[in-house]
């Protein structure tokens, strides 16, 4: 099934910088390779320096200090973001909420790939702007918080700690000052054998980090360490700094595009703590000269140290192994800088070699070396291979493949550079119950479009499906390709691809993880399928696992990759989250379900809806029959009450019945170019709320989106069809035929042609129209776009409280009269926040409408103004309407109700 976006091969930013891309939480992938590539993992392999990074959010990172570590030092570094961003706005899509989670965890896994840092996650769930920490911390559970982050800490062992924030008033948000508190507790806490002990039982041990940095944003004076960044690399080819800005703009739903500028560049941190030295009275001179010595001062970041940690009747054995090593690694990045890569690879042979040699030695080691060894002889593994030239490439022949049903796997081992590969073996990493029959190898066709598979059948009836085994080669002499190919079924019962952090409802403010370890704190779930990679070079082992990826090839892209996903044969999606019903109304309400086959054959089945008692549905269930290979249908249903309905709530769920089997899920790819694509399952169900509701008849509506937003569907579900206005319409088409005109979020800023036609809006307003502005960014005051002088305040002001007392200041005002009577019950059952980016200054003739505060804040007016306009209306609003329409909240509907037919009732 084909359902993929572009994803160019390889990111072009990756070309740009020479930096390879790495997978999900990874600091290098599999597939990195090339001189650049090479010299990288280099620079990781002469010592053991790991660094965590804790701060709050997607884009709240220091990706400076990052790339300078990582890259630059060739530290282990590692970003620990509190929460995936899932309160914020989006400005390149509709994703909201657990949408939103994904596309900035996936922003945050393209910004590691080319700072080279890791990426971890607490359970904390966005749940929007707060004020103070102990909002925060109540939300979700301070005791839970800080057991994710000593989890963190336990399993990524980071020898410096580096906070971005510093737990007090002065971080701002409430969620960047609980990351500061957490950042700092951890630091006693994850040495504590009296804190969470159950870990222990689970793989992690206490671990005592050696020093707490926080970042000196905020207080430049402070500085007690500065590293330069901006210094030219010239593996890299820019600066680390440079690095970092591409990095930073990877946050695209934030519009944190940067600019990679030239020249002397620092990041400045403040020594908070050191292990066993007080911060004050005798020990202050200490931690002053920590922290004048130099980042690491006091940290034994020498990989012979790891000698330490195994019994001493292992020691010496040890030792001499890890010498061994360190003079491997030496001699390998002297024979890089020497441009003579013929040595680089025997010298990375020698360096695995006296690692497997410490590895036999330390079998009774401490956790901290066991582990240290194993991740180190995987990234050796990687440099191996990569000076080898080794190109390692699996693709399969769709993208999204369905249990039972066949798809095929193609394997080719590409030798690339001069040395010979004495064997190599490739073992298919696959769900379990998986079987496979391997075919006769086929080159793919090059095309110059179309999947780069090659076409054949699926293996006939009566094959023999077997557990697959692994495959290997002998003698893959410089130059040669080794192809392997395999038909793939997977078991009926394989689970879908599905985030592990989603796969149960969330606890409040907290998500639930699975009760296996493997993943917690992970971006998102490894690849569903993916293969082992041996090759044997000189006597010595290097071991790599490789994704399996579809690849086509477009006319006007060229190659693009996707990672392959295990999918539902039928994806079974309802149009909309919640159905409004007015109270009173018997009209009946059309329902639209959607149904889509993945399969490649045909399929057929019964649509069910499943209805709350007072409801039916005609028909009450229907018949389908689905094409292949992404073919869809829609099924319409009407909905008809049983009398007056009753004001509230009411379920209606469907479910698609096809050869026995129920499908009762909608599957959403969230996919965009600078992401790895992700899905997102969402129960097939729509609630109606039914609750009193009118519009002025016979109103013509146009609307201008946004950066995406419910509003179009709002008014659809109040009985009018909306005309969305493109360039076009801007420019030059009839507005006079409307009696309002509403702009949708963030319009002025991703609209240009809102921008360059606004003055027409202007015009429409004037000749009696009704212009409906929701909220906008500082650059709408500053464009000049409003009709008279407005500012947005800095910080803006806004109400994240979002069961915050409304104040209406004229009560009188045909906007709160009708056709919907607005009371102090319009403002109950609001989710997240009432209002963002309020005007915070405005010329008098503006009318503000409503007053509301947040506790213990000073009460703002900015969030619903009017002007008149001669013989029409100006209306700007902050009010979160687009978080409260998707979920029919009755107010928000009631309001925005009220504010469409504002013309229809002559208001002036």
């Known amino acids: 099934m084909k359902l993929s976006a572009r994803r160019i091969l390889p990111f072009a930013l990756a070309l740009a910088l020479g930096v390879p891309t790495a997978g999900p ?6 597939q990195e390779r090339g001189t650049v590539a ?34 630059g030092w060739g530290a282990e570094t590692a970003y620990l973001a509190l929460t995936r961003g899932e309160g914020g706005q989006n400005v390149i899509g509709t994703e909201l909420e657990e949408g939103l989670g994904i596309v900035r965890t996936g922003e945050l896994l393209a910004a590691r790939s080319v700072d080279g840092g890791r990426q971890f996650f607490s359970r904390a769930f966005d749940f929007g702007f707060s004020r103070s920490a102990e909002e925060a911390l109540t939300l979700w559970p301070e005791d839970e918080l800080l057991r994710d982050v000593v989890w963190v800490v336990r399993s990524f062992r980071p020898h410096v700690i580096v906070s971005v924030f510093s737990g007090t008033p002065n971080d701002g948000h409430g969620q960047h000052q609980a990351a500061g508190i957490m950042a700092h507790r951890v630091f006693d806490a994850a040495a504590d054998p009296a804190m969470y002990p159950e870990q222990f039982e689970r793989g992690v041990g206490p671990w005592e980090v050696s020093k707490l940095y926080r970042s000196s944003f905020f207080s430049p004076d402070d500085a007690t360490a500065t590293l330069e960044t901006g210094a030219y690399d010239p593996l890299l080819g820019r600066s680390r700094y440079q690095v970092a800005m591409i990095s930073r703009s990877q946050h695209r739903s934030q519009e944190m595009g940067s600019a990679a500028g030239l020249g002397p560049q620092q990041s400045s941190l403040i020594l908070v703590r050191a292990r066993d030295v007080p911060a004050d009275g005798d020990g202050k001179a200490s931690m002053l000269a920590l922290g004048a010595g130099g980042f690491f001062a006091g940290v034994d970041t020498s990989i012979v140290s790891l000698a330490a940690g195994v019994p001493e009747e292992a020691r010496t054995e040890v030792r001499g192994a890890l010498e061994r090593y360190r003079a491997a690694i030496s001699e390998a990045r002297a024979a890089f800088d020497a441009y003579e890569p013929a040595r680089v690879a025997p010298a990375l042979g020698r360096a695995l070699a006296a690692l497997d040699q410490a590895q036999q030695s330390a079998d009774q080691a401490n956790l901290d070396v066991t582990r240290t060894l194993t991740s180190r002889r995987e990234r050796v593994s990687e440099a191996l291979a990569t000076a080898l030239g080794v190109v390692v490439d699996i693709r399969s022949n769709d993208d999204l ?28 990493l696959l769900p379990a119950g998986a079987r496979v029959v391997a075919t006769e190898p086929a080159a793919p066709r090059r095309r110059f479009f179309g999947p780069q598979t090659p076409e054949a059948e699926a293996p006939a009836e009566g094959s023999e499906w077997r557990v697959p085994e692994p495959a290997t080669a002998q003698a893959v002499g410089p130059g040669s390709l080794e192809r392997w190919s395999y038909w793939v079924r997977l078991d009926p019962a394989a689970p879908p691809s599905r985030l592990y952090y989603l796969r149960q409802d969330r606890a409040g403010a907290m998500y639930e993880w699975p009760e296996a370890t493997e993943l917690w704190g992970s971006p998102r779930d490894p690849d569903p399928l993916s293969a082992r990679v041996a090759l044997e070079v000189g006597g010595v082992t290097a071991a790599l696992d490789q994704g399996v990826r579809f690849r086509r090839i477009e006319r006007a892209g060229g190659e693009f990759s996707e990672p392959v996903l295990v999918v539902p044969a039928v994806s079974v999606e309802v149009d909309a989250e919640t159905l409004v019903w007015p109270a009173g109304s018997t009209a009946p309400r059309r329902l639209n379900v959607t149904l889509r086959n993945a399969a490649r054959r045909g399929l057929s089945g019964r649509l069910e809806l499943e209805l709350p008692q007072g409801f039916r549905a005609e028909p009450a269930s229907r018949e389908f029959t689905l094409g292949g290979d992404g073919a869809t249908t829609s099924l319409a249903f009407e909905l008809l009450s049983n009398g007056q309905p009753t004001v509230g709530r009411h379920m209606v769920r469907a479910t698609a019945v096809v050869e026995g089997r129920r499908y009762s899920e909608g ?13 997102l399952y969402r129960a097939a169900r729509t609630e109606i709320r039914v609750f009193p509701v009118a519009l002025a008849e016979g109103l013509s509506i146009g609307y201008v989106m946004g950066s995406g937003d419910a509003g179009p569907d709002a008014i659809r579900q109040l009985g009018v069809e909306p005309v969305l206005l493109d360039a076009a319409a801007l420019a030059s088409g009839d507005l006079s035929r409307f009696d309002a005109i509403v702009v949708g979020v963030r319009a002025y800023e991703t609209r240009p042609d809102l921008r360059a036609h606004n003055e027409r809006l202007l015009a429409f307003a004037r000749a009696g129209g009704t212009l409906i502005v929701q909220y906008n960014q500082y650059d709408f005051p500053r464009g000049g776009f409003a009709p008279y002088p407005v500012d947005i305040s800095r910080p803006h002001d806004r109400v994240t409280d979002e069961s915050a007392e409304v104040r209406v200041l004229e009560p009188d005002h045909p906007l709160f009269n009708a056709p919907n009577g607005i009371g102090p019950d319009d403002f109950d059952g609001w989710i997240q926040e009432r209002s963002l980016y309020e005007f915070g200054s405005w010329d008098d003739r503006y009318v503000p409408l409503l007053e509301m505060a947040d506790p213990g804040r000073d009460p703002t007016r900015g969030s619903l103004v009017v002007a008149p ?18 979920k029919g909240v009755p107010g928000a509907y009631r309001l925005f109700a009220n504010l469409l037919s504002l013309r229809a009732r002559g208001v002036s």
């Open 25 to 30: 939480g990874g600091q290098a992938a599999a």
């Open 38 to 71: 090479t010299g990288l993992l280099l620079r990781q392999l002469d010592g053991v320096k790991r660094v965590l990074m804790i701060a709050a959010h997607p884009d709240d990172e220091d990706t400076s200090l990052l790339a300078e570590l990582a890259r």
């Open 401 to 428: 493949v369905v249990p039972d049903e066949p798809f095929r796997l193609d394997v080719e081992l590409w030798n690339g550079g001069p040395v010979e590969i004495e064997r190599a073996e490739i073992s298919l």
């Open 667 to 679: 599957l959403t790819l969230v996919d965009y170019e600078h992401i790895l694509r992700t899905p």
């Open 869 to 886: 306009l001669d013989r029409g209306l100006y209306v700007y609003t902050g009010l979160a309407l687009f978080r409260q329409l998707p």
